[in-house]
């Protein structure tokens, strides 16, 4: 039996349910319908033209993303621009787009605990709470205390990534972790508030690193890109719960590496 995409999305609602979401982020189905047939599913990070020819050749009929297609009103549908060029390619190879982004980020077992898990901490709690019993970022405490630099190793093996930027002593000796996906520039004051010896992010700019080294808080920035870890778990998420519904459609996550630097 193949599943309906909205049988599909009632599922991966449950998975990241809507209601976590931050308000006005942009969230569900972003272009096409689940009013049909699903037999393909890929789960991606981002929705480039790579990905959209990814899809295109193992058939899917929806890519579940983190990241949105559509942030903004659209004032205009250009095809001769890269975002237009992104849309026409959908709709014409009738493949529909459903975003899981905060709500994701947020959710039990989702991007964050993803990202904690890989590195073993344990005693997790909530970097900082957004609504009653649910909240962003997760903080635990490594099995015992490393030198930042060994755990930098660490974190680049885990993650698979070739570099990070830090800031702090390599030296120091590190015990209570915190980790963000995506951009962390905004729970610096929630890390340093919770106590953290180090907190794992991305997108830091230059004054937030100032301000956290004037805090004594160490930061690993391992990039945006590290919630492509949720690809495979999401998609071994979502495989698992449709197979005990008795349903044969098959959710693949993407082979593509979206990150957008280089690193030389």
């Known amino acids: 039996m193949i599943a309906k995409g909205q049988t599909i999305i009632q599922i991966m609602d449950q998975l990241a349910p809507k ?44 890519i579940i993303a983190h990241h949105p297609i559509i942030y903004r009103p659209i004032k205009h549908l250009r095809l001769d621009l890269p975002a237009g060029k992104l849309y026409e390619a959908l709709i ?40 009653h019993d649910q909240g962003i970022g997760r903080v635990g405490k490594l099995p015992e205390h490393l030198l930042l630099s060994d755990f930098v190793k660490a974190v680049k093996n885990a993650y698979d990534i070739p570099a990070v930027r830090l800031v702090g002593d390599p030296n120091c000796m590190i015990k209570k972790v915190a980790v963000l996906g995506g951009s962390g520039r905004d729970y610096v004051k929630a890390a340093i508030f919770a106590g953290v010896d180090v907190l794992i992010t991305g997108d830091i700019d230059y004054h937030t690193a100032h301000d956290a080294l004037a805090a004594g808080l160490n930061i690993i920035d391992a990039g945006h ?36 630097f280089q690193f030389m």
Request: charged share 20%.
């Open 225 to 260: 890109n590290i919630e492509k870890l949720l690809k495979p778990a999401v998609a071994n998420m979502l495989q698992e719960k449709l197979w005990k519904s008795g349903y044969v459609t098959k959710v693949r996550p993407s082979n593509l590496n979206t990150e957008p």
């Open 92 to 131: 014409k190879n009738d493949i529909a787009v459903y975003i899981a982004h905060t709500n994701l980020d947020v959710a039990a077992g989702g991007v964050n605990d993803i990202l904690a898990n890989m590195l073993g901490l344990e005693q997790l709690r909530f970097l900082q709470e957004v609504q």
């Open 19 to 62: 209601q976590l979401a931050f308000a006005d982020d942009s969230i569900g189905l972003q272009l096409g319908t689940l009013n049909k047939s699903v037999s393909q599913v890929l789960v991606a990070l981002d929705v480039t033209s790579e990905v959209i020819e990814e899809a295109i050749e193992m058939k899917a009929e929806l």
